[in-house]
């Protein structure tokens, strides 16, 4: 993928190509999921133009909140561009909470980012504490749901693809 945006460069509707190849796809697949660099570049443009919906996965860090903002604009960029129908923002997805007491993150500086979160109106669907249970996933190439079945990141998992699954 490192030279991939080097190469759309090169070619006319550069921020198209994705959408083209999924829709030769699309009697194929019930639903495809594109996971995104951690970059606003030439690639997440070719996720925002050809996906239906977005799920952000964010950290509870002031950086991510940053991030979060400059993703919005950049959603609002394409749909005025590059879209004929807005993408359904499903929502948020906090990953990697370091969880105190009762659930919530352990630090106050984590907890007053979930509460910036939280006014952004977007959906949070669901918080995925930092567990070594997915390190351990991770070096057996097995996805949670797999690796924990019955453990409550799986259960969030779950719910994730619920919610995607009912939005066709
Ligand atoms: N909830 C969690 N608890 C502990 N470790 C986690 C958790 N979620 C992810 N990790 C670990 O963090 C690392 C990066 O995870 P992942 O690739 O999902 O993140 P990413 O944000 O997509 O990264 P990139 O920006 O490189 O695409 C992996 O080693 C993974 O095991
Ligand atoms: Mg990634």
Redo the contacts with the bound molecule.
């Keep these: 993928m490192f030279t991939v945006g080097r190469e759309l460069d090169r070619l006319r509707a550069r921020e198209e190509r994705l959408g083209r190849i999924l829709a030769q796809l699309a009697d194929l697949c019930d639903h495809v999921l594109i996971?995104c660099?951690?970059a606003l570049d030439v690639l997440t443009d070719n996720a925002l133009s050809a996906a239906d919906g977005v799920l952000i996965?964010v950290q509870a860090e002031d950086s991510s909140l940053r991030a979060l903002r400059l993703l919005l604009g950049q959603i609002a960029a394409i749909e005025g561009e590059l879209r004929r129908e807005p993408l359904v923002l499903h929502g948020l997805v906090v990953?990697?909470?370091e969880r105190g007491g009762g659930g919530v993150a352990r630090s106050k500086l984590g907890r007053s980012v979930i509460e910036q979160f939280r006014e952004l109106d977007l959906p949070i669907l669901g918080t995925?504490?930092?567990?070594?249970?997915?390190?351990e996933?991770?070096r057996l190439g097995k996805t949670m749901v797999e690796y924990e079945p019955g453990g409550e990141?799986a259960q969030v998992y779950r719910a994730l693809a619920k919610v995607l699954e009912a939005s066709e």
Aim: proline share 22%; glycine share 0%.
């Design positions: 996971d660099p951690p996965p990953s990697m909470l995925v504490p930092r567990s070594v249970l997915h390190v996933a991770w990141h």
